[in-house]
């Protein structure tokens, strides 16, 4: 009993919560549409977007979406202003019933207003609707007649046939010409007598129109497999007499009418003079079927003009019927080259193994036809063509033989890497260069060791370089690098001297714990070319495991070529770790020759950090580094400047001053104006979000205290907004996804050398609320897009970091910010600096 009670008690106050939650929405609506009787375009349309706001959230609930309905006509009919109404019907449009038909039917008589009646009434479902359409066709004229024709005829009313048609015989042309063209769509058989009759009355325009709704009544017809009814009207239109662009869309609904039994016709108008006729006429083909009709169609290849065989040969291959093999193949002999371009395609469709060596020698000879045999080889279907592709590999014409070879790869024929493994020894060059990049293509983990032995002894020591890339091509489908460095590793230690520098290099490409135990072993091996090549590798090493042994070698070794390579390899993988700037203070420390200091200084410009910045500008008073310097000096600060903005300026206005290269001078003033042009606005920030709740709008949301803007909040996940940053603002949608009715919090840190006076400049789309240092500053929820200084706030900051966090809630549409901090009268305001954490 007890439960009992307890349930009916929850129930009834769940449903008083929806009965109020429905009364709030009722109650808004009612006092927005007071705003919106009065309404004219260009004028405020806060009440409009809240009463549009409204209409969708009532829609969704039956009983809401009438008390709404009831709103809207009651609204209808105190407005003042014709865009007041207009408004209101798009309104009825999405929420309007059967009880909203009387008003907007009195309205479809208003020339100014007619048309937006008709807006709202074409997505009421229903009779009731559809007769008040049809009523008013004898209560209309002109303009506004054709216009509810025209909504009819989305309706596909066809209790409006007998008015319609005695429209057609209007003396307004518009109005002949609409009825004609409701007439064809609402279709059927009554509709299609009508257009009959009227057709031998009809002139100019109305003759056009009339026209259009027989054909769109025997397409109509035809979906609804009343073929032999919608055959008439096509044949009617298919006479000689009858204008081209009819005569082609009848023969488009007569192939479709007749099916197979269209052959015929199709061969007739592919024979005949109409050279347009013909064209549509061989695009057809491929939608007749049937092997008759096919040998029918090739049959007229030779009797074509060039032009024509083309087309026909193509149309032929889409069919996709074999047996139109042999005509294709005996156009691949035409003396015109698009023919043979057609029928070397058309091929790689029809085609089977015996049209193997035909394709091959066509893509040896080169030119356009070699594109076309290419890629027809590649489309060939049967299991037995890849057969006959290997069958050819192994001897025959050299240029052949490569355009096999390149076939299997396009192919993906991995079953063939044995025979493809053979060529790649062969006598001719040209063969194995194909060969050893096929296998690239097609060789897998278990072919590694072949492929190894390829590597250590080829049939041209000029084929390691192919064999090499091929190998990497291998590695590439393999997943784990261990797999990839195990073969390579086993096959180097017996290897001779001339072969290791490859297998260093392979080494290299898996960049395993091993493999660079091995590149570190052989950098002290006693062959020179070997210590070389294992340097080389570590130089060109994917992640920067060996920089102490390249830093090592920099100082240590009593090779001059091996301690410059040493040092361009730790300079290039200084770049890969998170603080290259102490690895280029130690490079530039070993560098002796000034290309060594230059080549430190081009890896130190694509650091980001103020020590780097520091180092490219000591360099700037050497004569024989200073272009170099100041170009790192340039791209540094272009980096940091959004955290560092008076330092990077400094620096910039010191290259231009220091600094010859004209180069050097011109991207230093670039960035600087690139600084002015957008000075001040904060463009490091970290966010969280999005954050809603279920039936709130962002209006509503805007004062709901979510975890960010909680003092104690301990989950907030924040992360750095590193998409959507223009120069001045911040696209939200970038990082949280196109949301609606939701909001996002931003914040970062501002550091000031003194307490003082400033100003906050935000923009905002939509609405904004900001806190300084913990306490809120500014409140302002608006639905508006974004634009520089909307809100201009003064404020205190403090010495030393000051805590900036923004709310930014959207409601629909765009979502974004822009924040910037000035001096109290609007100027700049120097020397402060910004982070994000």
Same mark, same amino acid.
């Given at each position: ?18 009965? %109020? ?68 019907? $798009? ?20 020339? *100014? ?10 997505? #009421? ?13 004898? !209560? ?45 769509? #609402?279709?059927?058989? &009554? ?17 056009? $129109? ?63 003079? &109409? ?24 049959? +007229? ?40 371009? %057609?029928?070397?395609?058309? +091929? =790689? ?8 060596? #035909? ?17 027809? +080889? ?15 590999? =192994? ?101 001779? %001297? ?25 950098? *002290?091996? %006693? ?85 780097? +910045? ?23 600060? @272009?980096?940091?400047?959004? $955290? ?49 709740? *279920? ?5 509503? #949301? ?14 907030? *996940?924040? !992360?750095?907004?590193?998409? @959507? ?58 639905? $508006? ?14 010495? @030393? ?12 549409? =765009? ?23």
């Amino acid at each position: 009993m007890r439960r009992t009670m307890i349930a009916v008690v929850v129930a009834s106050m769940l449903a008083g919560v929806a009965v %109020a939650g429905e009364a709030d929405v009722v109650q808004k609506l009612g006092k927005a549409l007071k705003g919106v009787a009065t309404y004219e375009y260009g004028k405020d349309s806060g009440a409009l977007r809240q009463a549009e706001d409204l209409v969708v959230e009532a829609a969704k609930d039956p009983e809401l979406r009438a008390r709404a309905e009831a709103q809207l006509l009651d609204g209808l009919k105190a407005a003042k202003t014709n865009d007041a109404k207009a408004f209101l019907c $798009r309104q009825l449009r999405t929420i309007g019933s059967d009880r909203a038909v009387p008003a907007l039917a009195a309205m479809l008589t208003d020339a *100014k207003l007619s048309h937006m009646a008709r807006y709202a009434l074409g997505r #009421i479902e229903g009779d009731v609707a559809t007769k008040a359409l049809r009523d008013a066709l004898d !209560k209309t004229s002109g303009k506004i007649q054709a216009g509810v024709i025209g909504t009819l005829a989305n309706r596909r009313d066809a209790a409006a046939l007998p008015v319609l048609g005695k429209l057609l015989g209007s003396q307004d042309v518009m109005v002949a010409g609409a009825a004609a063209g409701a007439i064809g769509r #609402i279709g059927g058989t &009554d509709a299609a007598s009508m257009l009959m009759s009227a057709r031998s009355k009809a002139k100019g325009q109305v003759l056009e $129109r009339v026209n259009d709704g027989l054909l769109a009544c025997a397409d109509q017809l035809l979906q609804d497999r009343k073929k032999a009814e919608a055959g008439k009207i096509y044949e009617l239109f298919f006479a000689p007499k009858e204008p081209k662009h009819l005569r082609t869309a009848a023969l488009r609904g007569l192939v479709a009418a007749r099916g197979a039994g269209a052959a015929p016709l199709l061969v007739e108008a592919i024979k005949g003079d &109409d050279p347009q006729l013909r064209s549509s006429a061989i695009g057809f083909v491929q939608s007749v079927k049937g092997a008759e009709a096919t040998q029918a169609f090739a049959a +007229l290849l030779p009797s074509l003009a060039p032009e024509g065989q083309e087309l026909l040969v193509r149309s032929l291959a889409a069919r996709g019927d074999v047996s139109a093999r042999p005509a294709v193949l005996a156009a691949t002999k035409s003396q015109e080259e698009s023919v043979r371009v %057609a029928a070397l395609e058309g +091929l =790689g469709m029809l085609g089977d193994a015996s049209c193997v060596g #035909i394709l091959a020698e066509a893509a040896s000879k080169g030119g356009a036809p070699q594109g076309a045999a290419r890629r027809a +080889l590649a489309l060939l279907r049967g299991d037995d063509v890849n057969r006959a592709i290997v069958a050819g590999i =192994g001897k025959g014409d050299a240029k052949v033989r490569v355009e096999l070879i390149r076939a299997l790869a396009a192919r993906r024929c991995t079953t063939s890497v044995p025979q493809v493994l053979a060529v790649a020894r062969d006598d001719d060059s040209s063969v194995r260069r194909e060969a050893i990049r096929a296998l690239g293509v097609l060789a897998g983990e278990a072919d590694l060791p072949d492929l190894l032995k390829l590597a250590i002894k080829p049939k041209e020591a000029r084929d390691r370089t192919s064999v090499e890339q091929a190998i990497a091509g291998c590695f590439r489908r393999i997943e784990d690098a261990e797999k990839q460095a195990a073969p390579v590793l086993a096959a180097y230690g017996p290897a001779p %001297a001339d072969a290791k520098p490859t297998l260093l290099r392979l080494l290299g490409r898996t960049a395993t714990a091993k493999a660079l135990d091995a590149v570190r072993a052989a950098t *002290k091996a %006693a062959d020179g070319g070997v210590q070389d090549a294992a340097i080389r590798a570590m130089g060109q090493w994917p992640n920067p495991a060996p920089a102490e042994d390249l830093l090592t070698i920099a100082r240590t070794s009593e090779n001059r070529v091996h301690k410059v390579l040493a040092l361009r390899g730790y300079v290039r993988v200084a770049a890969l770790t998170q603080n290259a700037t102490k690895m280029y203070v130690r490079a530039m420390d070993l560098a002796e020759r000034t290309e060594d200091k230059k080549l430190v200084l081009g890896g130190l410009a694509t650091a980001e950090t103020a020590e780097a +910045l520091a180092l490219a500008e000591k360099y700037l008073a050497d004569a024989a580094l200073q272009a170099e310097a100041g170009l790192a000096a340039v791209q540094i600060a @272009g980096r940091i400047r959004v $955290r560092d903005e008076s330092r990077a300026k400094a620096v910039l206005q010191k290259v231009k001053a220091i600094v010859k290269d004209a180069n050097v001078q011109k991207q230093a003033q670039d960035v600087l104006n690139e600084m002015e042009k957008h000075k001040g606005y904060i463009r490091l920030w970290v966010g969280a979000g999005p954050y809603s709740q *279920k039936g709130k709008d962002g209006r509503a #949301i805007f004062d709901f205290a979510f975890p960010p803007e909680k003092p104690d909040a301990k989950d907030v *996940k924040w !992360k750095r907004l590193t998409s @959507g940053v223009g120069d001045w603002d911040i696209n939200l949608e970038s990082t949280f996804g196109g949301h609606d009715q939701c909001a996002a919090y931003v914040r970062t840190r501002v550091w000031s050398a003194e307490a003082q006076p400033a100003r906050l400049e935000m923009g905002s789309d939509d609405g904004v609320k900001a806190w300084l240092n913990g306490k809120v500053v500014h409140s302002n929820n608006v639905n $508006r897009g974004c634009s520089p200084a909307q809100d201009v706030v003064p404020v205190k900051l403090e010495k @030393g970091w000051n805590d900036v966090l923004l709310k930014i809630v959207d409601n629909t549409g =765009g979502w974004g910010f822009c924040c910037r901090v000035r001096k109290p009268d609007g100027s700049a305001l120097d020397g402060l600096k910004y982070e994000a954490k």
